[in-house]
């Protein structure tokens, strides 16, 4: 069971690339911080490590990383003087301004 999904952005958190799998060993893999977008799940057992991602923005160059390596990327929760702003907005626009 894996938390990681096709479709799911991530952050890279560790760029030593010698667990990347490639038929050209020549290729650089994304860097720490570097965000990314999963395009395909490999949990074939290669050594110790047994889930491989498949990036979007890597995806051209054959390379699959060690899921390890990546964090999922979670947006920022609203803080709730934003959200408090928000509603003071809407509760002091004109009423043609606020749209139902």
């Known amino acids: 069971m894996t938390s990681f999904r096709i479709g799911q952005k991530v952050v890279c ?41 498949e990036l979007a923005e890597w995806s051209h160059t054959g390379l699959v990383f060690e899921a390890a390596c990546f964090r999922p990327l979670v947006a920022a929760e609203p803080s709730i003087e934003a959200l408090e702003a928000l509603l003071q907005n809407l509760l002091t626009a004109a009423p043609e301004e606020v749209l139902v």
């Open 13 to 53: 958190i560790a760029d030593d690339w010698h667990y990347a799998i490639s038929h050209e060993a020549d290729h650089e893999g994304p860097r720490v911080g570097d965000i990314c977008t999963i395009c395909g799940l490999d949990d074939e057992q290669i050594g110790e490590v047994t889930l491989w991602l």
